[in-house]
């Protein structure tokens, strides 16, 4: 009977990883055909596939969309906020996991408070604070301390679970060799970190390349330094009917979370199972 019961559970959670995945697929697949076809073909059937390949959307959407100048904007506010989220996180786990920072609980649960309060509730004021000291009229600089600002406590937590999965029979003996700290983490122990890495940046990567409440306030008056999502609005209204186009647009938002999960997947599962374990 229990076996029975175990199988049917099993069954019931395959079939509900499989309606996930379908309602995942459905809007990339249409986004994809209809990024290739013309308005006749759109409206005649919307889920038929193209009949020719009119790549002219592509064209449209990178070059009169402007999907080029946002793509250039959200690979920089990107990449930065990514590597300062690393750098900053990778030393304070690392301090808060291995070295005698007093109150350290306290600390981490001071994280964990900031890391689960809703961004709506910070926008305001993080707001305020950015208008009174100039910082919106700095390119790209409010979206990449705002990210940066929210990501990082919960960065810090999971880089501190992975540290403390380390050995420490393995820091003792660099430290007899002389090896200093930063040393130590960089070369020791970061090389056997890859995956616990790999995890933080597809999720921050995905966060900041994806964030669009914050992007669009923060630019609501400046022209510049616009990423893909605020530009996708735009794009949407000055083509509300022209489909194929925006479709286009799209697709070029998703093809580097595609690369880089594709290129990190391995890592990423590796870190996922790693960190359910050792958390």
């Not at 175990?6 to 459905?26: A, D, P, T």
């Not at 249409?30 to 390949?53: C, H, N, R």
């Not at 595609?258 to 960190?275: D, E, M, N, P, S």
Request: aromatic residues 12%.
């Amino acid at each position: 009977m229990n076996t029975k019961k175990i199988s049917i559970s099993k069954w019931m959670i395959r079939l509900l990883l499989l309606l996930s995945m379908i309602v995942c697929i459905i809007p990339i697949y249409f986004s994809g055909i209809t990024s290739f076809k013309t308005m006749q073909e759109f409206y005649a059937d919307v889920w038929s596939l193209p009949k020719v390949l009119h790549l002219e959307n592509y064209v449209e959407a990178f070059v009169t969309g402007k999907i080029g100048s946002y793509f250039i904007n959200s690979v920089i506010i990107t990449a930065v906020t990514v590597i300062l989220i690393q750098i900053f996180s990778i030393l304070c786990a690392y301090a808060l996991a291995r070295l005698k920072v007093p109150h350290v609980e306290l600390i981490v649960l001071i994280l964990l408070g900031i890391q689960i309060l809703p961004t709506e509730t910070m926008v305001i004021p993080l707001y305020m604070m950015m208008t009174k000291m100039s910082i919106l009229k700095v390119t790209y600089l409010s979206q990449i301390l705002a990210y940066a600002g929210w990501s990082l406590p919960g960065t810090i937590i999971i880089m501190k679970n992975f540290f403390q999965s380390i050995p420490g029979e393995l820091l003792e003996a660099a430290r007899i060799d002389g090896s200093s700290e930063v040393n130590t983490m960089v070369k020791v122990i970061l090389p056997l970190m890859k995956s616990s890495v790999m995890t933080c940046i597809v999720m921050n990567f995905s966060f900041a390349w994806g964030e669009l409440m914050w992007a669009q306030i923060s630019t609501l008056l400046t022209d510049k330094g616009i990423p893909l999502t605020v530009g996708l609005l735009n794009f949407q209204g000055e083509f509300g009917t022209q489909w194929p186009p925006l479709c286009a647009a799209i697709i070029m938002i998703l093809i580097p979370l595609f690369i880089l999960f594709g290129f990190a997947q391995k890592y990423f599962v590796a870190g996922l199972t790693a960190g359910s374990v050792k958390g």
